[in-house]
Structures are given as C-alpha cells and as structure tokens.
C-alpha cells in the first residue's frame, strides 16, 4: 500500500539553525513527493515538489531530494527563521493521483 | 485571484446532528478535493469531484458522509447523524485539469469539526 511517514514533533529550534524532517514513503509504482506548509490560521500550502527519483525540490530556502534507494524525501533548510514557525507535511501522490500525507510536524523557532 | 474558501471555520455540534460544510474551490478548478486530519493523525484523502462528477470516493468512511457538487462549482460534505469519531479538520482543495506530473493542489483553511 502507499504510506507517508514523517518524524514526530513538535520540534523546537533557535533562528538560524540548521533544520531536518524525516520523511519516508512506501508506494507502489513511481510516485510525485511534496511537501506543504500550514501556517497558523491558513490553509495548507505547497511548499516544494519533485515528480522523480534524484530531483531537488526548493523554495524559500527549504530544500528536498527525492531519494529512491532509501524512499525519502527530508526536508531541510540551513537556517530557520521565527517566520518558518508552521506544521509541515510530506505527501505522495500516486500515478492514479490519490494524494497520501504524513501526520504532520510542528516546527516552532524561537528568537 | 481568490482562493479555496471553506466555511464554516469551526463547527461544535452534539452527536447524533447533522452539519453541513462547504468548500467553494478556485474559480475554473474543475477538480475538487475533500480531505479529512483527525487530531494528530495524518491527513485522509475522502473523495474527488471532477466538476461535478465524483472521480473517487474510495476515502469516503461511512454513509454518514455525503458529498455533492450541484454545478460543478462549490461543493458540500454533510455528515448525518454525526458520531465523536468524526470531529476533526475537513480540508478541501482544487485544482484545474491534471496535466501529468504538473498537478498541484490548493488547499482551503480548513473547518475545525467538533462532535460533543
């Protein structure tokens, strides 16, 4: 079956420090990662994507690669700022376009 | 251009009434979205609207849940009579026609269920 896990939070960091979330996938098939944001008060929004095994997804900052061998898809950034505070989630989509997230990490950066 | 809007944001109800949430999606969007977060669990695919078609409803948990999209617009999820297990986050997305690997969702603020 396809499945989207990602590491447990909520993870608490100082600005400028260096983030990672864990995330694995198992799916049949070849399938599109992503990663959203949820900002406090909003809706989910796409962060970044990758459609294929060995691409870099980035944005804001935030960087993604799309890992095969090891079926993950980590996010990390170099240095958060307070602005970063969200809850992030990883998701697959398969080929039949069904859409399958992980529980969600609380990040939470202090000044 | 607006975006995804969802209302009510919050709903308390008792168990055993009835609510009724609605999704207005991306004006053009012909793919429609539900999607369900229990407190602390992953996000739930529930079904797709494809104008107003469902696609898939394969999510769907019970028939308790009921979706329609009249038009092909916006859409609505009521769930009769609502149980305890139920409470969580709705989200609904759009998107425009799938072209391949381009697809991207866009997500409403979601409504906060709560079954008392």
């Known amino acids: 079956g396809n499945s989207v896990t990602q590491m447990e939070g909520p993870v608490t960091l100082s600005e400028e420090a260096f983030l990672t979330i864990n995330c694995t996938y198992t799916?049949?098939?070849?399938?599109?990662l992503f990663w959203y944001v949820q900002y406090p008060g909003e809706g989910l929004q796409l962060l970044l994507k990758?459609?294929?095994?060995?691409d870099k997804g980035s944005n804001k900052g935030f960087e993604a690669t799309y890992r095969k061998e090891t079926t993950s898809f980590h996010l990390e950034k170099g240095s958060v700022q307070v602005s970063d505070s969200a809850v992030y989630f990883c998701?697959?989509?398969?080929?039949?376009?069904?859409?399958?997230f992980g529980t969600g990490t609380s990040l939470t950066v202090i000044p | 251009e607006a975006g995804v809007t969802q209302f009510p944001s919050h709903s308390v109800i008792e168990k055993g009434q009835t609510v009724t949430l609605r999704c207005d999606p991306i004006?053009?969007?012909?793919?429609l979205y539900w999607y369900r977060r229990v407190m602390g669990k992953e996000i739930k695919f529930l079904l797709h609207?494809?104008?107003?078609?469902?696609?898939?409803e394969s999510g769907m948990p019970n028939n308790r849940f009921l979706a329609e999209r009249t038009g092909g617009t916006y859409s609505t999820l009521k769930v009769q009579p609502a149980e305890l297990e139920d409470s969580g986050v709705y989200f609904c997305a759009s998107s425009p026609d799938w072209d391949g690997n381009q697809e991207t969702q866009y997500f409403g603020p979601g409504t906060r269920l709560l079954v008392l």
């Open positions: 004006s053009g969007h012909d793919n």
């Open positions: 799916a049949t098939g070849y399938p599109s």
């Open positions: 609207f494809v104008k107003e078609s469902k696609q898939d």
């Open positions: 998701a697959l989509r398969t080929r039949g376009n069904q859409f399958y």
């Open positions: 990758a459609t294929k095994a060995d």
